[in-house]
DNA sequence: TCTATATTCAATCAAAAGGTTGATAAAGGA
DNA sequence: TCCTTTATCAACCTTTTGATTGAATATAGA
């Protein structure tokens, strides 16, 4: 697998556990600090087996890594994962502006700018 | 709904929408310019009509929005959408760095600052 | 050692997601 | 009007996801 298909892997696996609202609610949670298991199950009505997965996910994609003391492994957030997802979408929020100007040249029939894009479709 | 669980289920639909890869990859189309259903089918080999289902996926988490030309309906970005993700997001990293701090105070033993939070907790 | 606590593994299940094919609708152009 | 293009609707299928229950593992403490 080449570097680039790594890196959008990341991405999906990203998303993917925010994508869950019991998971971006864990994400807020140790954003105030580290908690266990039993910690980030009580506020839901799951069980703490369905915690622990929830978590797993997150650890997946890297947006949280564990420690451990004793029996307990306490969760916290990984803040570089989250910046690379703030990357990611700047990535494409930054260009919308120069987009739209383009796509008023489209409307105005002044289609030269987009053309130039198009060349590399069909 | 009130309005906080209002915008929970935008941000639900939002990281959920863009879970996907190749919503993803529409996203970073579009955001070189507005495009059809059949300019964003051609590099995928999926059907037309998985990729516009994938669109209204996008359309209805805010992050796309559409207009009319003839029998034509080309997709373009809604930047407002992504910058509430980001928006999202920092609002949990920002806070990473104090919260590194608490957790390095409960490693050495000081937890005081952290029962302040847990009092919420059981 | 025996027990309580914290967490995970395994098997299972219902619901949702992503995809397909086939039919339908809407708009322009020959 | 007929045909082509563009896009969507509808029904269906397969895989994945989120959750559950029950058993197992690991560690601390009495």
Redesign the interface.
């Known amino acids: 697998m080449d570097v680039v298909t790594e890196a ?1 892997d990341r ?2 696996r990203a ?2 556990a ?2 869950d ?1 019991v998971r ?1 609610a864990i ?2 949670r ?5 908690a266990t298991v039993n ?1 980030l199950a ?2 839901f009505a799951i069980t703490k087996q369905a915690v622990s997965k929830h978590i797993q996910v997150l650890e997946q994609a890297g947006l949280v890594s564990r420690s451990k003391d004793a029996q307990r492994r306490p969760a ?2 990984v ?1 570089e994962a ?2 690379q ?2 990357a990611w ?5 930054l ?3 120069s ?2 100007r ?2 008023d040249a ?1 409307l105005a029939g002044l289609d030269t700018d ?1 053309t130039t ?2 060349t590399e ?2």
């Open positions: 959008e991405l999906d998303f993917m925010l994508a609202p971006r994400v807020a140790l954003s105030r600090g580290p910690d009580e506020p916290h957030l803040p989250l910046e997802l703030t979408i700047d990535t494409y929020r260009t919308t502006e987009s739209f383009r796509l489209v987009v894009h198009n479709r069909k």
